[in-house]
Nanobody
């Protein structure tokens, strides 16, 4: 029973900024990697950014230099700071967590509910 709750999406003009937040709750032993994915209409879901529990990050080429992912392990929270937003960034953004479960130490991944980001003038 792990739940990811996202917030921070909305409508923003090109060149603007948004900050997405995702908080995980429930019974878990450890969260390994956390990340953000997005899906635009008519496209497949794609990776945006990930961060391991040790702080190692990975970004899609399309967002490098504009987006920053960060996390607080103690709070089980991950953020995505999105700067210099472009219309091509318009999508539903999903939070993901790779969780080591407390019960039997099996790995499961969980997804947030999705939050809409729209970049338009």
């Amino acid at each position: 029973q792990v739940q990811l709750v996202e917030s921070g999406g909305g409508l923003v003009q090109p060149g603007g900024s948004l900050r997405l937040s995702c908080a995980a709750s429930g019974i878990m032993f450890r969260i390994n990697a956390m990340g953000w994915y997005r899906q635009a209409p008519g496209t497949q879901r794609e990776l945006v950014a990930t961060v391991t529990s040790g702080g190692v990050t990975n970004y899609a080429d399309s967002v490098k230099g504009r987006f920053t992912i960060s996390r607080d392990n103690a709070k089980n929270t991950v953020w995505l700071q999105m700067n210099i937003l472009e219309p091509e960034d318009t999508a539903v953004y999903y939070c993901n967590a790779d969780v080591l479960m407390a019960r039997n130490y099996v790995r499961r991944d969980f997804w947030g509910q999705g939050t809409q980001v729209t970049v338009s003038s």
